[in-house]
């Protein structure tokens, strides 16, 4: 049984940093890209990072220069390291897992994660 439990998420004051973690169970880690993504009130799914094995990632413009997506293949661990946060960047966080490889198109993605809450207050 595949799982992917996120954490780290909280509150937040803009300008600050946030780290979420997802860790996998159940699945061979290195066959998997991993990928970020979020759901902010109202809006629509969107892809925020990718990552593969290799460590070759992939961001949406949005969040470039200040977002890093990094993974532990060790640990069976994914992260998303996220600074100068904003207010649009407050939204419920979301990991997941795809065999395709680095993608951003959320539909090939085989497994999600519960999500973790992000706030980012003005």
């Known amino acids: 049984q595949v799982q992917l439990v996120e954490s780290g998420g909280g509150l937040v004051q803009a300008g600050g940093s946030l780290r979420l973690s997802c860790a996998a169970s159940g699945l061979t880690f290195r066959n998997y890209a991993m990928g970020w993504f979020r759901q902010a009130p109202g809006k629509e799914r969107e892809f925020v990072a990718a990552?593969?094995?290799?460590?070759?990632?992939d961001y949406a413009d949005s969040v470039k220069g200040r977002f890093t997506i990094s993974r532990d293949n060790a640990k069976n661990t994914v992260y998303l390291q996220m600074n100068s946060l904003k207010p649009e960047d407050t939204a419920v966080y979301y990991c997941a897992a795809t065999r395709t490889g680095l993608t951003s198109i959320e539909g090939v993605y085989n497994y999600w994660g519960q999500g973790t809450q992000v706030t980012v207050s003005s």
């Open positions: 990552i593969r094995w290799t460590g070759y990632a």
